[in-house]
């Protein structure tokens, strides 16, 4: 199973981007997704996540600004991101539990995506 995750750039405060993350290979059902983010020098942190029912959760400074959704016939997850600001630079993780039968259930992680919010 591979996570890849695709859609950062360089976007001016205010602005706007949308990441997408695929998931491929031997997939049974994929439970949980989530994204995550690392700043340079500071931890990894959860920015929102999103069960396979469609309940989400945000990080407190993301509420209002940054939307998670998911297409499961296309095993993607979605992080929209309004009104950025120069804090929200970092590289954004994907995350998924992925069950690969019935009986087995995995966590892996997308190779990261850098989102720069800068003028």
């Known amino acids: 199973v591979q996570l890849q995750a695709f859609g950062g750039g360089v976007v001016q405060p205010g602005g706007s981007l949308r990441l997408s993350c695929v998931a491929s290979?031997?997939?049974?059902?994929?439970?949980?997704m989530a994204w995550y983010r690392q700043a340079p020098g500071k931890q990894r942190e959860l920015v929102a996540t999103i069960s396979s029912r469609g309940t989400t959760r945000y990080e407190d400074s993301v509420k209002g600004r940054f939307t998670i959704s998911r297409d499961n016939a296309k095993n993607t997850v979605y992080l929209r991101m309004n009104s950025l600001k120069p804090e929200d630079t970092a590289v954004y993780y994907c995350n998924g539990e992925v069950q690969t039968s019935p009986n087995y259930e995995f966590e892996y992680w997308g190779q990261g995506t850098l989102v720069t919010v800068s003028s």
């Open positions: 290979g031997d997939i049974f059902r994929i439970n949980a």
